[in-house]
């Protein structure tokens, strides 16, 4: 190596912090967050006129279908378009009866949605857990839930949703052959343009804790460690997508997001389709608790941990503070 060669290529000739100026530092931005890759968490409940707070997940409510209507008036206005709706039934028995009914909670917010907001993209959770009484998500036998038994549940769950208007639906519960059962019913039901965003890799994780009190969703028996993924495991996340893409999943989600985005990164690199990740309750509660202490400022590190979940590979992000997040996007 010369003299004159010696300096190439690094200090001082190189000096990363030239990009780091106003001005620069935006242009080679590699990430952006945009509201278009919102998915906005609605939770609704029976009955009318309701907003009631959820005190472990500040800044979250609950909604009836009525109410649920102005509040995603309000998210389109931030500039949210699609929204992620779960249930909570009035009534909750063995085999989760209210999931599938054409009345219930979901099937009527998603017609007064689409009625009322005809450009709002509406996805729906499809899983038993809010609508059983034992809280699994699945029919219960001896002690374990019946897998065959229960895809017969989802798909007539799915079917409802679709025909009260639903334009995505979400299996959540991680039953083998859930996709395949889906696709196959809303076809037959003549809803072949109904798509499927499935939860493919989705963990048995910690991090579900605050959503199972929104959603009055916690199993009374056991845990749900026989049909969620093992927080261990990243490869069979991999297989498990491989399959749901086999079975005919249009967009394929990881979840939790910030403790996988090994996961979501690999997921994004090994496949063609969408890939969504969800950041969730957990995950959004203590951000939101440390900010309530004043130990960070939660609007920065809400914002920074969306932006880490769309480096690592995500095209869509379901995230709770998607109003939020979108304002300040809004405002640049
Ligand atoms: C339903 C479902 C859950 C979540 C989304 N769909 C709960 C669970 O599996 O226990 C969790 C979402 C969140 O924590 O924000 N199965």
Redesign the pocket.
Known sequence: MTDGEKHVGSFPTVRPRRLRRDGVRELVRETRVSPDEFVY?LFVRAGEGVREPISSMPGVERFSPDTVVEEARAARGDGVRAVLL?GIPREKDERGSRADAGDGVVQRAVRSLKEELPELTVIT?V?L??YTSHGQ?GIWEDGDVDNDATLERLASTAVSHAEAGADVVAP??MMDGRVAAVRRALDEAGREETAILS?AA?YASS??????DA?D?APDVGD?RGY?MDPANAREALREVRLDVEEGADMVMV??AMPYLDVLSSVRREFDLPTAA?H???E?AMIRAAGEKGWLDDAEAMHEAVLSIKRAGADLVVT?AARQLARRARAG
């Open positions: 968490p779960f959770d899983c857990c809010e998500c959540s519960d939860y989705k991090f579900y804790g605050p959503f199972r959603a969703s749900r969620q979840k939790p969800y969730v309750s957990g959004y709770y």
